[in-house]
């Protein structure tokens, strides 16, 4: 019998996902409006992306990111954003369990992306 990775199709996404971000984030701008402690603001500007910008707000406890695409909030930690950097135990970010990390009611649900869900022509 053979084991079947569950993290197969998601391994093959990140792949595409990573791609597709290396070739709209070319010649992105980031611009940071606010550093003060765990209270940041930082504003990034992609002009070769669909969806043209994104922002990412800190403050104690809490992280936002918020743009073209939804917005989502997550907390755990007063400084979130060394939550989300990778450690020497997991050099990537898990979004199986970054999922579980959204705050409820942040005004966005996960969702799949499904190609065979979206119209052709």
């Known amino acids: 019998m053979n084991e079947i990775d569950p993290y197969d199709e998601l391994k093959r996404q990140m792949t595409e996902a990573k791609e597709r971000f290396a070739s709209e984030a070319d010649g992105a701008t980031m611009t940071v409006v606010k550093d003060v402690g765990v209270h940041r603001h930082l504003s990034f500007r992609f002009p070769k992306a669909s969806w043209d910008w994104c922002e990412i707000v800190t403050w104690p406890g809490m992280l936002t990111l918020r743009g073209g695409l939804g917005c989502w909030s997550f907390t755990r930690v007063d400084d979130m954003l060394d939550f989300f950097r990778p450690s020497p135990n997991n050099e990537r970010i898990d979004p199986v369990y ?24």
Do not use: H, I, R
Request: glycine share 16%.
């Open 98 to 121: 970054w999922a579980g990390q959204l705050v409820p009611g942040s005004g966005s649900e996960v969702k799949e992306y499904d190609a065979a869900l979206v119209p052709v022509g």
